[in-house]
């Protein structure tokens, strides 16, 4: 029997499946597992700081996250302004402490301090006006509540470049940009890092080129013979790790801040 969604939030009432277009990670796809294993070990990061608490994810798109944080919190709120993410999310994740929001993540129907940890992952350097997500995310946090955003370094993503990379990015940081944006917002900040480890760190020393743009432009018969159907597949989130040492080469930063 097929599950039954709350679709009157939404402008439509049904929707077809999510596709990957390179806005949003989605898991179960082999050639996009490098990017969803990066995206997964910053949730996994969150685990131990969501236990038990009030967890609100901004930008939760297909909704993989969020489910993940609910095993440990309290309540766990996804929020998303897709509704194509928050009707997929919504037929997918069915936890009784889990709920998907379609909802503008900058301007949010929620009361003021009413969650102890609000993250948004790999979701601001989309924004045209960031500075409105944090505003909102320090406005619904409880006093002495916790902000962990994260986002990739960009001397790392789009080397050498002026603009992104990546079409979808707007805006991208290096670390003493990132942590000014963190301490705009945040009394207290902490700035950590995503790197490489295990076998793409060794892929990294062979090739002496970081896997993140290796895999942007792999020779197509090794795609085809050795990476497409072997590499990537068997990544998993071993292959990374988070250090607060070396952040100028992080892949991604993780920076946390506390409401006083």
């Known amino acids: 029997m097929e599950k ?15 596709m990957l277009t390179g806005e949003r990670t989605l898991p179960g796809i082999k050639e996009e597992n490098y990017w969803f294993q990066r995206h997964l070990v910053a949730y996994e990061f969150l ?24 095993r440990v919190a309290e309540e766990a709120v996804g929020v998303d302004l897709a509704p194509e993410a ?6 997918t994740y069915g936890r009784e ?11 949010l129907d929620l009361e003021d301090e009413s969650f102890d940890l609000v993250c948004s992952l790999q979701v601001v350097e989309h924004l045209q006006h ?9 406005r619904v946090l409880r006093r002495g509540g916790l902000c962990v ?16 990379i990546n079409p979808f990015h707007i805006r991208e940081y290096d670390l003493e940009e990132f942590r000014a944006f963190m301490e705009g917002f945040f009394p207290r900040v902490e700035i950590k890092g995503i790197f490489h480890a295990g076998r793409l760190r060794l892929h990294d020393i062979l090739t002496r080129r970081n896997f993140s743009q290796f895999c942007l432009n792999i020779p197509p018969l090794l795609q085809r013979l050795f990476y497409g159907p072997l590499f ?12 607060e040492r070396g952040l100028e080469k992080a892949l991604d930063f993780i920076g946390m801040g506390w409401k006083d």
């Open 4 to 18: 039954e969604v709350y679709t009157g939030d939404l402008p439509q009432d049904s929707y077809p499946p999510l």
């Open 232 to 243: 990537i597949p068997s990544l998993n989130t071993r292959c990374f790790r988070v250090s």
């Open 149 to 164: 955003i994260t986002t990739p370094n960009r001397h790392i993503i789009s080397p050498g470049r002026d603009s992104p």
């Open 86 to 91: 928050i009707y997929h999310a919504r037929r």
């Open 130 to 138: 960031p500075e409105r997500l944090m505003d909102e995310a320090r």
């Open 47 to 70: 685990l131990p700081l969501a236990r038990g608490k009030s967890v609100l994810d901004l930008g939760s798109g297909e909704g993989y996250g969020v489910d993940l944080l609910a």
């Open 97 to 107: 402490n889990l709920r998907f929001l379609y909802m503008d993540i900058c301007s």
